[in-house]
């Protein structure tokens, strides 16, 4: 049926659908498919491979018949045309993709009818897929535009490492082999854990959100309607806000009873997650030793029991993790044990901070001014824009390290709005800190030391970190741990801190 010109053009096509979107290989197949030359911006690229795949087609059907049976195709040409009908169809339906998205996040936890569902599987039906295929393909196409949708518009930038990113969380969901995914391992995703590294106010959030709301949802074709809504597939956890007493009830629920104060029942984040949706466990660093010990039976068995329960209750979904801390300080220290960090680490993922985007391309920081106006003005006005940049620039300098990243910007944006100017605020003095003053006089950083810790001993320096830590965990066992210290010892360098002078 295919002659060797349309072997080779479908060939390109099925490459470029299974190519990941935000790479440069993904433009190159684009250009080579459209013939179009290096200097042609993207919309205009994708106008261009689009009709160039549609009149392919249409040159097929014409000689065939009207239309293209891949019942009636070879292995080997059905194995290059069932891509290249479902790229056509999934770009036919991409505005109409596009609105369900958007309708959904409107409508939040139910799912919304899918108008066009019947349409597209009927097209799907008529070139050959069977019924379970059809299901499958019009459910890979939602997932695919939700993917680009959240990652390319809730990950704005167009510097190297923002461009990585993309590419890694693209590839996080649908794994290197897009065809390897989409035969057998959409179903699967939930043994495939991420870690995410990043300074604070990175965007790990942000990145583990466009994970979490990407996942493969079934298609329900009686109901017209996804299985269920992704608003609900993501949930997350910050592990460092619950006190350790609480933390358990907070991840796995608990029973009415379970505890004093326990008057009813409590549904945890693992309960909460859909079967298939995604958990985010927000600095997972600060979660203590036993909390990982939980967490990681969790992961391996697929089950967990609320707190004062005993039923083994079923988790499906995925699990992705996330620390402003170094991994490998956190695992020499202790605070991360090593079992539970290999059941996390199927992929590690760093967000870039600010001032690296900025040094690749300075022209991130207007991306992300008029990114930060649309979320907060609900446009994106040049006039504001000229406003923000010019304070920034007269305030804290084109040089100025942005240690709080997108997260300090977006208060900048904030604060200019209101009063015209980005004040840094005052950095206090040692002494205000409670370190003496004589820490802060110029010299070598031994003899500063020396001079904070002045004639104090080496037992009292001791009894002082121990203190500082039980305040902090609340447990004699934990700062042993930290400390490698006998659990007695702590408890009396504790108590010398309490004692009176």
């Not at 190519?19 to 919309?43: C, G, K, T």
């Not at 009813?264 to 984040?269: L, P, T």
């Amino acid at each position: 049926m295919l002659s060797s010109q349309d072997r080779e053009f479908f060939s390109l096509v099925s490459e470029a659908t299974f190519s990941n979107p935000f790479s440069d290989e993904r433009i190159h197949l684009d250009r080579r498919i459209a013939r179009a030359p290096r200097d042609l911006d993207r919309p205009e690229l994708v106008v261009r491979l689009l009709a160039a795949v549609k009149a392919r087609l249409a040159a097929v059907r014409e000689r065939e018949g009207e239309r293209v049976d891949l019942r009636r195709c070879s292995a080997e040409d059905r194995t290059l045309l069932e891509p290249v009908i479902a790229f056509d169809l999934f770009h036919r339906h991409a505005d109409e993709l596009d609105l369900l998205i958007q309708e959904q996040i409107a409508r939040g936890s139910r799912p919304v009818r899918v108008a066009f569902a019947k349409d597209a599987m009927a097209s799907l039906l008529r070139a050959g897929f069977d019924a379970a295929e059809s299901r499958r393909y019009f459910a890979l196409f939602y997932q695919l535009r939700r993917a680009f949708y959240f990652i390319e518009h809730s990950l704005p930038g167009a510097s190297a490492s923002m461009q990585r990113l993309r590419q890694r969380l693209w590839q996080n969901v649908f794994t290197f082999d897009v065809r390897l995914y989409a035969r057998s391992l959409w179903r699967r995703m939930e043994d495939f854990s991420t870690f995410l590294t990043g300074e604070t106010g990175t965007g790990k959030g942000t990145a583990a959100a466009a994970i979490g709301r990407s996942c493969f949802i079934p298609f329900d074709d009686k109901s017209e309607t996804f299985t269920e809504s992704f608003v609900d597939g993501f949930v997350s956890i910050n592990v460092s806000q619950f006190p350790e007493s609480l933390i358990e009830s907070e991840l796995f629920g608990h029973k009415k009873g379970a505890f004093t104060g326990a008057i009813e029942g409590h549904d945890g984040v693992f309960a909460r997650c859909s079967p298939h949706g995604t958990i985010f466990l927000d600095e997972i660093g600060e979660a203590s030793v036993p909390v990982q010990i939980k967490l990681l039976r969790v992961l391996q068995e697929r089950s967990f029991s609320p707190v004062g329960g005993h039923e083994a209750l079923r988790f499906g979904g995925r699990v992705v993790a996330a620390t402003n801390r170094p991994l490998e300080e956190l695992r020499a220290s202790g605070r991360l044990r090593d079992d539970f960090y290999y059941r996390l680490c199927s992929d590690v993922i760093e967000v870039p901070p600010l001032r690296q985007r900025l040094s690749e391309d300075p022209g991130e920081l207007d991306v992300l001014l008029a990114f930060i106006l649309r979320r907060i003005l609900g446009e994106d006005s040049e006039e504001t824009r000229a406003l923000v940049r010019e304070a920034i620039v007269r305030d804290v300098g084109s040089s100025y390290g942005w240690p709080g990243n997108v997260r300090e910007l977006e208060q900048c944006v904030r604060r200019v709005v209101l009063t015209r100017g980005y004040a840094l605020p005052r950095v206090p003095a040692a002494s205000e800190a409670g370190v003496p003053k004589r820490a802060t006089r110029a010299g070598g950083g031994d003899e500063r030391l020396l001079d904070a810790i002045g004639d104090e001993s080496a037992k009292g320096l001791l009894a002082r970190f121990c203190g500082a830590l039980y305040a902090r965990h609340g447990s004699y066992e934990e700062v042993a741990r930290r400390t490698k210290l006998d659990r007695r010892t702590v408890r009396a360098y504790v108590a010398s801190r309490r004692a009176p002078d």
